[in-house]
Each structure stands twice: as C-alpha cells, then as structure tokens.
C-alpha cells in the first residue's frame, strides 16, 4: 500500500466513523469531520506527542477541537488510537444520555478531550492559556520535562467570534510560537456560504496581530505537513489557513450548508461510499486501518517512557508532580491560620480588594504556582504583589500577566492555564465587567476547574463612576451559575479565609467579590476555624432573649447589619446578624447547621447593595431585603447608600415596623 492510498484509507475511516455515527444518532454535524480528516490523520499520525494507554501524560502535546460541534471528529480518533474509554459503542451511542459522546465535546467525559467546546472561539481562547501555561511551566522545570505543542483545530465561527481577537492579540503578543491553529477555512456556516455576513482577509488580521500565517490545501497531506513542520520552526504562533470542503466526499451536499447540521442520509451515505470505494457497513473499519491508527497511538510510547526516566532523576520530581497533581505546598492550612490571627490583632480597616491583596502576598509567597494577571486594572484590582513579576515574550518564568483589556480572552486563558496543569490561575476586573468574561466563567463550572476570577468595585460603593461601572444584579447572575462559588467577604479575615477555599476547591471555579471602599475587621476575635467555609455563620448573637430579628449580610454590608443590630438592641429588640460570604457553600450545608445559622426569628432581615433574586431561600418570601430596586447613579459613597436606603437605619426601621405589625 502506498504511503498516500494508506493515509487517505485512514482519513476515511474518521469520514464514515463520523457520518455513521451522525446518522444513527439522527443529529450531529458530519461536514466538519468530514473535511478537516485529512489535516487530523495527517497531525495524529506524524506529529502529535501522546500516547493512547498514557492520556494525562503530563508532556504530551494538546489537541483542542475549538470547533466543537464537530465532535464526532474527536471522538473518531480517540476510538481509532486506541483510548481505552472510547470504545465502538461509545460512537454508536454519540449524543446519547449517559454515553462520553456527548454533543460537544465535555472535559472529563473521557480521556483526551482537554476542554470543554462548543461554544465557537472558546477553545481557541483556552489555547493562549495552554500554551502560556507551557512557556511557564518549561521556565519553572525545563526543557527535560515540559516540552509541547498545542494545536487547534477552529472554524468559520471561531474566528468570527469577539474572542478570537482578544485571544490571539494576547498570543501574538506574548509570542506563543508553541501554539498551531488549524482554521477549517470551508467557506460555509450555518446559514450559508460566510460571504453572507463576513469578508475578512482572516490571514491577514493573524498576521496583523504577531501570527505566523499561510495558507495551505486541506486535502493535501504533503501541504499540511510541510505548513505543520513550518509552523514549528517558527518564533511566532502560527494559522494555517486550510483549504477545505465541507461534508467532502458526499455527493450533492459538500461543499454546502446542508452537511453542517445535520445527518447526510442514508442515500448521501451511499454515494459517499461509492466515491471512497469504502464497501463496509456501518462502524466497520478494515483491520489494517485500524492496525495502522493503532499504532499511531502507540508510537509516542518510547518518548513518554523517555520522559518518565527523566522525571525519575530530576531534584525537581516532587514538585513538578505536586504541581501537576493540583495539590498546595504542605503547611497551607497552618499558615493562612497564623495570618488569619495577625489580621485580629491588627483589625486593618482597609477595601477588601486590598485585603485580597494582602492574603495573596502571604499565598503568593508560599504557593510558587499561582499565577496571577488582570485586564487592565492591576491598580484598582490590587492582583499583584511583591512575588509576580510581568511575564514578557522573552521572560515566561515570571508570575504576572498584563492581559490588556480583553476580559473575556482573559477568562478564557485562566481556564486553559489552569486545564494544562501545574498553576492555579487568578486575573481580575471589575465586577459589572463580568458580563464580559461570563460565558468563560460559565465553562469554568461546566468542567469543574479551579479558576479564579477576581472581581473588585462590587457594588454602588465604587461611587463616581456612575452606573455604567456599579454592579447591581451581577451577584444574582454568578449566583446562578452552577457549581461556582460567588464569595464576597465583609473583611480582612473573610478575605482570607475565601482566598484559602478558592485554592483548595479543585473541582469550583470562584468569584471573589471585593469593595473599593474601606472597611472594618469585624472578626477581632481569632478563630483557627474557617468559618467562611461554611458559607454563612453567626457574627454576633442576639442579647437579651431569643433573637426577634436576625439580619443576614455579605461584604461591605455586614458592616450595616452590625450597626442595625446595635439600635434594634437598643430599642429592647434581640438581634443577631449572620454574614454570608458564600451562599453556594451554605446551601450545601446538612440541614442541622442551615437551621441552626437561619435562626426561628419572627423578623428576617437581608442587606446586600444588589438585587433580592437569590435571598428569598435565605430569608422567606415575606422577609425584609435592604438593597437595589434599580440602576445605580453618580455620587460619592457617602450620597449613594442613603439615596438607596442601604443604611442601618432602613434597616431598623423597617424590622421593626414589621414586628410592630405582628
């Protein structure tokens, strides 16, 4: 067999494992499978580093299917190499309840997928971060043990995406040469041909932003192999531009929309086979096709197994597999408590975004793997400390990334920091600028990762700024997110304790909430105990009798909540106050403790300067809400929470009016 009649009978194999699989599932998208297989037999078989049997190998080279709807492609070739969770029936059960084959491809459904996809541009975006994640991990340890490739593969949409701006701008600023993308250049989206809706120089705007770019014949193994090894010499990140035709091979519908979507039919199947001279039934592949693709999956055996002897006798082997396992230095715990004990002798009075900025030089100083970075606003966010230098195009052993005012490439890039291994990443804007980086912090949950977003100027309390800049139901909207942690601390020690959460919740991504105003240590009285991990507590106990009032607060409004309780005391009412600084970690308390915090009060009471949606499990549908009805307005702080009646006293008045009515 020749050498081109044995690669294209292996690109076929990926053509009818896809549309077979796309036709008994009656959905999926086979044109992308079907055109981009001669660029994945050309990568899997000759240039990828990984091994089948060795999926987490910690060196191997990354593939991310940015185009994610294509994902049958992934799955196909995942089968073919010889993964051992990918089985033929897990193709034959594609987009089924319960398979690993899901519609889109799902970190953590099954060995290989690196990111979660579908979203278009999303995994291009999480490439800047896996690639950066290998300059500064090869930086910490070395040419001896990281030394990869990250390749991509992205189409139409990716590329018309906002994000694909800010992602490559970073990586063509930070000259990410490592990073390959494989732009499924096929001149058709969903509605039709592209030319409908964008006429981008898409070559041209790479090549603008720092690329390496070309263009390159799809179908033609050779070309696609040659840009590859041209890529790869490159000291810049590189497009190749591929030249393909969409659902290639069927008879009427490539080249068109109509292979995008939706199954070819059993008809279209049948000239494709025709056109391949494939003869065999469905999920059927020649054995040595299959020898062939398996061996391509065992060829990196050799180098991995290379790879583990150097490891072996490396001085760095203890911490690299730390690192890679996601586990903090020993002696984390002991020293966030001794912190914790300064700042309740101390009592600073400071904004929590500085209080962030305090626990992160204690962290940044003992755990050497964060990185941290910020869209523009490393003044206001207060990300950097003594420890985190800038990381430069010619410095990448440094701990601190400028990623320029592109929030959700930055969101994006935390993610594929964080997927590669080894770092635990945070950046940070502005809280009302979370809608920018959203759909990122989204995926975030989605993959259980442990992302960290930082997101200061948290409430009306930011002031002058107006409207534009105050969060009002962002709050709400992250609250919503599943499986993210929305922390926002009243103090100092809150602040740490958050902190110290967010970097053991491996399986979380978290918020952090932070104020531009000062405010008190509220904590005096040092506990070793973390009680933020709770996600609410009792702060200060009802005097006098059972408690008539309880008021329950997050972040610069238990400050208020205290003084409330001091006047309903006064005025002969018991009052305790609970702080929350993480409701998505009260609410998986057991129900004796949410009880015992909630509290059998005949008044509840809730202050927080957002919106009620998300209080009424906390405090009942006829408890009292303190906090915003609408958009905020320009003024200082010291005009703005009385012009909202975010203040302690409409917060007396208004419990005790209600107690007064019972």
Known sequence: MSTREQHDRMANAIRFLSMDAVEKANSGHPGLPMGCADIATVLFTRFLKFDAKAPHWADRDRFILSAGHGSILLYSLLYLTGYEDMTIDQLKNFRQLGSKTAGHPEYGHAAGIETTTGPLGQGLANSVGFALGERIMNAAFGNDLVDHYTYVLAGDGCLMEGISQEAISLAGHLKLNKLIVFW?????????????????????????????????????????????????????????????????????????????????????????????????????????????????????????????GRLGKSDKKAEFERRMDGKLPKGFDDMIVDYKKKLSADKPKVATRKSSEMALEAINGFVPETIGGSADLTGSNNTKTSQTKNITPTDYGQRYIHYGIREHGM????????????????????????????????????????????????????????????????????????????????????????????????????????????????????????????????????????????????????????????????????????????????????????????????????????????????????????????????????????????????????????????
């Open 411 to 662: 969101a994006a890039a935390i993610n594929g920091l964080t997927l590669h291994g080894g770092l635990i990443a945070y950046g940070g804007t502005f809280l009302c600028f979370s809608d920018y980086a959203r759909p990122a912090m989204r995926l975030a949950s989605l993959m259980g990762i442990r992302s960290i977003f930082v997101m200061t100027h948290d409430s009306i309390g930011l002031g002058e700024d107006g409207p534009t800049h105050q969060p009002v139901e962002h709050l709400a909207a992250l609250r919503a997110i599943p499986n993210h942690n929305v922390f926002r601390p009243a103090d100092a020690v809150e602040a740490a304790e958050c902190w110290q959460i967010a970097l053991e919740s491996e399986k979380t991504p978290s918020t952090l909430a932070l104020t531009r105003q000062n405010l008190p240590t509220v904590r005096t009285e040092h506990v070793a105990q973390n009680l933020s991990a709770k996600g609410a507590y009792e702060l200060a106990a009802a005097e006098g009798g059972d408690a008539a009032v309880t008021i329950f607060a997050t972040g610069s409004e238990v400050e208020i909540a205290l003084d409330a309780r001091k006047l309903l005391q006064g005025h002969g009412h018991p009052t305790r106050v609970v702080s929350i600084p993480c409701m998505e970690l009260f609410d998986q308390q057991g129900d004796a403790y949410r009880k015992k915090t909630l509290g059998a009060a005949k008044i509840n009471v809730a202050i927080e300067a957002g919106i009620r949606e998300g209080w009424d499990h906390i405090i009942g549908i006829d408890g009292i809400f303190i906090g915003m009805k609408g958009f905020g307005a320009s003024g200082s702080i010291e005009q703005l929470y009385p012009h909202f009646g975010i203040t302690a006293e409409a917060a007396a008045k208004a419990a005790e009016a209600r107690l007064h009515a019972k």
């Open 184 to 308: 499924d250049n096929n001149d058709i989206s969903i509605d039709g041909p592209v030319s409908l809706a964008d006429s981008t120089d898409q070559v041209a705007r790479f090549q603008a932003s720092g690329w390496n770019a070309m263009h390159v014949d799809g179908h033609d193994p050779e070309a696609i192999a040659y840009a590859i090894e041209a890529a790869r010499h490159s000291d810049k990140p590189t497009l190749l531009a591929c030249k393909t035709t969409i659902g290639f091979g069927a008879p009427t519908k490539a080249g068109t929309n109509k292979a995008h979507g939706s199954p070819l039919g059993a008809e279209e199947i049948a000239g494709a086979r025709k056109f391949f001279n494939w003869e065999l039934p469905p999920f059927e592949v020649p054995k040595d096709v299959l020898d062939a693709w398996r061996a391509a999956g065992k060829a990196g055996a050799k180098t991995r197994t290379e790879w583990e």
